[in-house]
C-alpha cells in the first residue's frame, strides 16, 4: 500500500511511496500527529542522486520488520533537501554542531514542537565500525523518550538555545576593497594543488566559484598568477575523470585529488556553473579546450538534463545497471579494455587505451577504468579520437542508463539560463539561447504563475507546495539579467526587478544582512542564514550580485546600497575562508570594477552588441537595442542616438562616461583592460 508520499512532485520522495514506513511529508499535520500519540518524530533527510541514501532506503525502509518499529514508536517525515534546503540547513547545523560532521542520508529525531534531540547520518543494519546498527538506535531513542523524558527535552532545549546563539547580527562593515581581495587571492594561493589544479586535497570539488573570482580578478588587475590558476584547474578537470569524455558534463566530485575517479551522480548546478566558467576562461585566453568543454557541457545539459516542459532536471543518479544486473556505480561509464575491444576491434582499442588511460589493473573497481585524457598525446589524429569516441559513446548508449531526477529547481534553471545564453551568446548558437529562454519561460509561467512568489521546485509542468528560498530569487535573477543582456529582450530585466523587490522586502534584515527564507515563510526552530557558497553561490551572494548587477542597468540607489551591505560579510569571510565565498568575492571584483555599464545603441547581435558581451571588465552589465521604445525596457539606452547614423556604444562606470565610438576595436579596449580612474 502506498503512504502519504504518493501526492508529492519530488521525484526522491516518490521512491519511497512503497516502503512499508508509514512516511509523512514534511507537514504540521505530522508534527501534530506525533503530538497526539505522544511519540517523536524521526526526520530522514536525503535527495535522489544520493548513493548512501538509496543504501539505507533498501537496508531499512524497505525491511518489514524496521518499518513496523518505526510506524509504532515514531512519527516518520521524509524531507527532500532540494525540495527544502531551509529545513535541512537547519537540521544539517544542529547534526554538525553536535556531531563535528554532517551528509545525506541524514537522521534526526525531534521533539512534537521540532526540537532536534539526537542525530545522526548513515546507520547500517548491523552494528559495523563502532557504528550502532539503525534498530538499535531506533529502541534507545524510544527508551529514552518513555523513560527519561526530562533529559530529552533538556537536551532539546540546549541546541535549539545554541543554535539561536549563531545568527549574523549584520552583514559586516562596509564593502570589501583591495586589500580583503588581495588576501583572499593569498588565501588561495596557499591551498592551491601546484601538481594537479584546484584547491584542497581530496575528495576535489569543482572550484567553479573561486575560478570566477579568479577570471574577474586577472581581467580587472592583470594578475597572471590568478589567471594561471584559473587555466590550469581548468585544463586539469577537463582532462580527468571528473569531466564525461565521450558525453560532455562534469560528475559532482573526484574522490582523489589527480581529478580521476569521480562520484559519478551528474548535478545540473554543477554543470551550469562549469559551462559558464569555461565559456568566461575561453573570453579571457580564447583557449580552444575551453570552447569546446563549455560547448560540450552545454549540450550535455540540453541533451540529457532538458525536461518536456524546457526546464533543466536536477540529477543522473551515480548508479546504474551494470552487465550482470547489478546496480552498480559507474557502471554507465567505465571500460575495461575487454569492452574497448568489443566494440573497437583490436587496434583502435589499444589507441583508445592509450589515449583514455584504460589499464588492465583499472582505475577504478574490479578493473574498469574511467576514461580521461591521462598524458600529452602528442600529435594524436584528430579525426581516429572523434570515430573512437563516436562508437564508443554508441555503445555506451546501449547500456542500461542511470536514472535522472526530473524535478526542476529554480534556482538551478536561473544559473543553467545564465550559462546557456552567453555559452549560445559567445560560439553563435542562436538554439543555446532559445533553450535559455524557454527554461526562463517555464520558470515565469509555473514558478512564478499565479501567487506572484517564486515556487522552488516543479515537476511535470506543476509547482511543488514549496516557497523559494532567497538562492531561488538571486539565481533566478541572474539568470534573467544575462538573458536581458543577450537577447535585447527588456522583459526580463522587469522581471529579475520584480524578484529581487521581493530580496529587499522580505529576505533582508537590518544592517544589510539577508536571510535564507522570507519573512512570512514557515517558522523552523531557527531562521536559516548562511552566507557561504557551497556547491552553489549562498543565496546571500548570488542575490548581492544579482542586486549589483541590477542597479547598473537602472541606476537604482535601494538595489545598490542592498548590494553593499549584503557585501559586507564577504568583506569579513574573503580573507579568512576564500574558498567558500568564491562567487562573493566574484561580485566583490564587479562592485571595484564599478561595475562598467554598456549601452548599445544598434542591432542585437551586431558588432558591437557582440563585443560588449565579450567585454572582460567583471560584472559588466550590457543594453543592446535601437528604434523608438528602447529606453523604456532598458533605461541604459535613454538618451543613446546613434552617432553619423552608425551604431554607437557607450561605456560608464561610476557615473562618468567615456566618449562614445562606433568603433568595435575600441569598445573591446575599453572594456578589455584594468578599469581607469
Not at 532540494?82 to 529525531?109: C, I, K, L, N, S
Not at 529547481?409 to 553563435?428: K, M, P, Q, R, S
Not at 537590518?510 to 557561504?532: K, M, S, V
Amino acid at each position: 500500500m502506498a503512504n502519504r508520499l504518493a501526492q508529492t512532485t519530488s521525484p526522491y520522495l516518490l521512491q519511497h511511496v512503497d516502503n512499508p514506513v508509514d512516511w509523512w511529508p514534511w507537514s504540521p499535520e505530522a508534527f501534530e500527529e506525533a503530538r497526539r500519540r505522544d511519540v517523536p518524530v524521526l526526520l530522514s533527510v536525503g535527495y535522489a542522486a544520493c548513493h548512501w541514501c538509496h543504501v539505507m532506503a533498501h537496508e531499512s525502509f524497505e525491511d518489514e520488520a524496521t518499518a513496523a518499529y518505526m510506524n509504532e514508536h515514531f512519527v516518520s517525515v521524509k524531507v527532500d533537501r532540494e525540495e527544502r534546503p531551509d529545513v535541512d540547513a537547519v537540521y544539517m547545523e544542529a547534526v554538525q554542531a553536535a556531531t563535528g560532521h554532517g551528509g545525506w542520508p541524514m537522521t534526526v529525531f525531534l521533539t512534537a514542537d521540532g526540537e532536534p534531540f539526537y542525530f545522526g547520518t548513515y546507520f547500517p543494519p548491523e552494528a559495523r565500525h563502532g557504528s550502532p546498527s539503525f534498530r538499535q538506535v531506533l529502541e534507545g531513542v524510544a527508551a529514552a523518550w518513555k523513560d527519561r523524558r526530562d533529559e530529552v527535552a533538556e537536551v532539546a532545549g540546549r541546541i535549539v538555545a545554541d543554535l539561536a546563539g549563531r545568527s549574523l547580527v549584520h552583514g559586516g562593515d562596509g564593502v570589501p576593497g583591495e586589500s580583503e581581495v588581495a588576501q583572499a587571492l593569498l588565501g588561495l594561493t596557499r591551498e592551491y594543488d601546484e601538481q594537479h589544479g584546484g584547491f584542497g586535497g581530496a575528495p576535489k570539488f569543482p572550484p567553479s566559484m573561486a575560478v570566477e573570482f579568479l577570471l574577474r580578478h586577472y581581467a580587472r588587475t592583470g594578475s597572471e598568477g590568478a589567471l594561471q590558476m584559473a587555466a590550469d584547474t581548468c585544463a586539469a578537470m577537463a582532462r580527468g575523470g571528473i569531466y564525461d569524455q565521450l558525453g560532455g558534463g562534469f560528475a559532482r566530485y573526484s574522490v582523489d585529488r589527480e581529478w580521476i575517479v569521480p562520484h559519478f551522480e551528474k548535478m545540473l548546478y554543477d554543470n551550469a556553473l562549469l559551462c559558464r566558467v569555461y565559456a568566461h576562461l575561453w573570453r579571457a585566453t580564447g583557449s580552444d579546450e575551453a570552447r569546446r568543454i563549455a560547448l560540450e557541457t552545454a549540450d550535455f545539459m540540453v541533451r540529457e538534463l532538458r525536461t518536456a516542459e524546457g526546464g533543466f532536471a536536477s540529477a543522473l543518479d551515480a548508479d546504474s545497471e551494470d552487465a550482470d544486473g547489478r546496480h552498480v556505480e559507474g557502471a554507465y561509464y567505465v571500460w575495461t579494455p575487454a569492452q574497448l575491444r568489443e566494440v573497437l576491434g583490436e587496434d583502435d582499442a589499444a589507441f583508445a587505451a592509450a589515449y583514455y588511460g584504460v589499464t588492465e589493473d583499472g582505475t577504478f573497481e574490479e578493473g574498469a577504468s574511467v576514461l580521461r585524457l591521462p598524458g600529452d598525446a602528442g600529435s594524436v589524429d584528430a579525426d581516429r579520437v572523434a570515430d573512437v569516441r563516436a562508437r564508443l559513446l554508441a555503445a555506451r548508449e546501449q547500456r542500461p542508463r542511470p536514472g535522472r531526477d526530473d524535478k526542476v529547481v529554480a534556482a538551478w534553471n536561473g544559473l543553467a539560463i545564465a550559462a546557456l545564453a552567453e555559452t549560445g551568446a559567445y560560439f553563435d548558437r542562436p538554439d543555446l539561447v532559445e533553450r535559455a529562454t524557454e527554461a526562463a519561460d517555464l520558470l515565469v509561467r509555473v514558478h512564478l504563475g499565479e501567487v506572484a512568489r517564486l515556487t522552488r521546485t516543479s515537476k511535470d509542468g506543476r509547482a511543488g507546495d514549496n516557497a523559494g528560498v532567497l538562492e531561488d530569487y538571486g539565481d533566478v535573477a541572474e539568470g534573467f539579467l544575462a538573458l536581458a543582456a543577450v537577447t535585447g529582450e527588456g522583459a526580463w530585466l522587469e522581471f529579475a526587478g520584480f524578484l529581487l523587490d521581493i530580496v529587499l522586502e522580505q529576505f533582508t534584515g537590518e544592517g544589510g544582512q539577508l536571510y535564507d527564507t522570507a519573512h512570512d515563510a514557515e517558522q523552523l526552530i531557527r531562521r536559516p542564514q548562511d552566507p557561504t557558497d557551497s556547491a552553489t553561490p549562498s543565496g546571500w551572494t548570488a542575490a548581492a550580485g544579482a542586486l549589483l548587477s541590477y542597479a547598473a542597468y537602472t541606476g537604482s540607489e535601494p538595489h545598490r546600497t542592498a548590494a553593499e551591505g549584503a557585501l559586507g560579510v564577504v568583506k569579513a569571510l574573503g580573507p579568512r575562508v576564500p574558498r567558500f565565498v568564491g562567487w562573493g568575492l566574484a561580485v566583490a571584483e564587479a562592485l571595484l570594477d564599478g561595475p562598467r555599464e554598456v549601452a548599445v545603441a544598434g542591432p542585437v547581435g551586431g558588432e558591437l552588441h557582440r563585443t560588449a558581451l565579450l567585454g572582460r571588465a567583471p560584472g559588466a552589465v550590457v543594453a543592446a537595442g535601437e528604434g523608438p521604445g528602447v529606453g523604456a525596457e532598458f533605461p541604459l539606452l535613454v538618451d543613446r542616438p546613434l552617432v553619423g547614423g552608425q551604431p554607437t556604444a557607450y561605456v560608464c562606470r561610476h557615473f562618468v562616461c567615456s566618449a562614445p565610438t562606433t568603433n568595435a576595436g575600441e569598445l573591446a579596449a575599453a572594456l578589455a583592460g584594468p578599469a581607469g580612474g
